[in-house]
């Protein structure tokens, strides 16, 4: 079957790194979509990779590997307002989006 | 600013109430789709829509119908609700395919089946 594994939850603190994971497997792939959505409101859209490397914007980058199916969100200078469910979202050979669970990310001061 | 809204935020209805989501996008795009969203669990896609008057089964159809009468606008009908079916329920749109295009999402709307 068609799998995206995230973590269900991550804690982090104010000002630090954090690195969210999103492992796939399944059939074909045609592209990797984060979203962030608050708690309450909608998802909004991050980033979009379809080749390998990491692409960067602003404080959030995200990497992709496809021949280890695996991607990473990074967020830099963590604020407050990153605390939100990071959505990770694959792209098969079929054209269709399978989605993670998300990932719930907890910033403390 | 563009804007997908979706019109009810809560709704509480009871088993086999007809229920009626709907949603309007202002971008002029042509791809819709609505979403269920429940805890633990991803994305799941009940139904889109490519144009007007145009509808597809997505994963998770059974118990729902959409309708498209106009570009903007995109309902879900879930003609007998059950309490299987009480979800957070999200509208989309996109300029390209939902799979290669960035998705716009309404705020949601939360219905409960009592």
């Known amino acids: 079957g068609q799998n995206i594994d995230q973590p269900t939850e991550m804690t982090a603190t104010e000002g630090a790194i954090v690195q969210i994971n999103c492992t796939y497997q399944t059939s074909g792939f045609n592209g990797l979509f984060w979203y962030q959505q608050h708690a309450g409101e909608a998802p909004t859209f991050l980033s979009y990779n379809v080749l390998d490397g990491l692409e960067e914007k602003g404080r959030f980058s995200s990497f992709l590997s496809r021949s280890k199916g695996y991607s990473y969100l990074l967020l830099k200078e963590l604020q407050m307002k990153d605390s939100a469910s990071y959505l990770c979202?694959?792209?098969?050979?079929?054209?269709?989006?399978?989605w993670g669970a998300g990932t719930k990310l907890i910033i403390k001061p | 600013d563009v804007k997908v809204t979706q019109s009810s935020r809560y709704l509480v209805k009871r088993t086999g109430e007809k229920v009626f989501l709907e949603c309007v996008q202002d971008m002029d795009h042509e791809n819709m789709f609505w979403y269920r969203q429940d805890p633990g669990l991803g994305l799941r896609l009940i139904y889109f829509s490519y144009d007007v008057k145009m509808k597809e089964k997505g994963d998770i159809p059974e118990g729902y119908s959409v309708s498209r009468e106009k570009k903007e606008r995109f309902s879900l009908i879930l003609e007998s609700a059950s309490t299987n079916q009480t979800s957070m329920y999200l509208c989309?749109?996109?300029?390209?395919?939902?799979?290669?295009?960035?998705?716009?999402f309404g705020e949601g709307s939360r219905l409960t089946v009592l």
């Open positions: 979202a694959v792209t098969d050979s079929n054209y269709q989006l399978i």
């Open positions: 989309a749109s996109s300029a390209g395919t939902a799979e290669t295009g960035e998705l716009f």
